[in-house]
């Protein structure tokens, strides 16, 4: 789940559970909660909670924001006392990680991509496509992992490149607008002593 805060589109909170894939989608509003749905399927796809200071007064910024068991709790309330049986589910897992590349093999339909298994600190290595001409077996890097808002306001879903699955994106500096981000190419190179699967942290684990 994505939490949208926006000041500049009032005090409303948007909880994305769901790629829509660019269906069509409408809404049902009760009180203060409006569920987004796909028209076709009806199936949720985000939240919309409007006076959203009213009930998280620690709301503050633009863009996205980390929900705390509390918040969620709170806004589960909400939910039912608006009449909607749903419920959302905390989601603790950092969408910003320390990833290592652990296998790679060119992708079969292009020239440029490389199908990666990356450490993430999950039980299982997930697979990544990238295209960045670094890319290597041992590289410590950042993966953004479903359910990441990236700088420039794009969502992280799993998907595919050219036919084949990916689970997330390793990223650049620049995708990450980190402070003098270099102009060439190329994924972030993280230290080889950080952990794979800890939360990226720019001040302490970037440096141009």
Known sequence: MIAT????VGDVLMLITANDKGEKVNFERKGKVARVFI????ATVAWNIFEAKSLLANLSG???VVLSSDDIETLNKELGKSGFSDVLVHDAQPKFVVAEIVEMEDHPDSDHLHICKVNVGFADPVQIVC??????LGLKTVAALPGAMMPNGSLIFPGALRGVQSYGML???????????????GIIELSSDLSAGKAFDSETMWQA
């Open 5 to 8: 805060y926006n000041t500049n």
């Open 39 to 42: 028209e076709e399927t009806g």
């Open 62 to 64: 633009n863009g996205q």
């Open 131 to 136: 295209g960045a001409p670094n890319a290597a």
């Open 171 to 185: 990223c650049s500096a620049r995708e990450l607008e980190l402070p003098n981000a270099p102009e060439v190419r």
